[in-house]
């Protein structure tokens, strides 16, 4: 089929066309395309990079739950209770102090002076020391040192211990203690 001088004309434009197509083509494929699926592909491997440590976390999550269903933590949850109930809840603390005067009431132990001193901040508590100044027998001052330790009512801590004679009075001996309660901090 002979192809008359239009026809060549129109075919050529086609051809040449249809080149200048191909090129734009894959200049737009190896210019912007390429360079967007390589970022989407870059962008996916982080993506599963992050998804796989969101797995993992909620794998620990899992665990931690199923953790929370065991008698062992059941029993700890309620010890942990328990002695959450021994620790005031603010620096100011009136139950240590009455805890403390019912101490000193069921002993021949005499308060002369109680200060309380500088909050000590710790990771999960805060200690809360009062400075005691008293004076008693020293067998009393045996069980007033007892009670404190074993309060059923207040946790307290015996942190120092001074005991001096008086000359005037050495049946009675002026004693200084550093007394501390805990308080929890809330997370």
């Known amino acids: 089929m002979a192809f008359n001088q239009e026809q060549k004309k129109a075919f050529m434009a086609v051809v040449i066309f249809g ?14 395309f390429k360079g967007r699926v390589q970022g989407d592909k870059d962008k996916a491997v982080e993506l599963r990079a992050e998804l796989k440590k969101v797995e993992s976390k909620l794998r620990e999550i899992q665990k931690l739950r199923d953790l929370t269903q065991t008698p062992e933590y059941e029993e700890l949850k309620r010890a942990i209770d328990e002695v959450s109930k021994l620790l005031p809840k603010s620096a ?3 139950e240590f102090l009455r805890e403390l005067g019912g101490i000193l009431r069921s002993t021949d132990i005499r308060q002369k002076r109680l200060a309380r001193g500088a909050l000590q901040e710790f990771a999960l508590f805060t200690e809360i020391p009062y400075a005691i ?13 007892n009670l404190v330790e074993e309060n059923k009512g207040r946790f ?9 004679n ?8 002026p004693i200084s203690v550093d007394i501390a309660t805990f308080m929890f901090k809330e997370r």
């Open 19 to 32: 080149v200048i197509g191909l090129i734009l083509m894959a200049y737009f494929w190896f210019m912007v």
């Open 92 to 94: 100011e603390s009136p």
């Open 133 to 145: 100044e008293v004076n008693g027998p020293y067998h009393e001052f045996g069980q007033f040192l």
């Open 156 to 164: 307290m801590r015996v942190r120092n211990l001074t005991v001096s």
């Open 166 to 173: 008086d000359a005037a009075r050495p049946s009675r001996h």
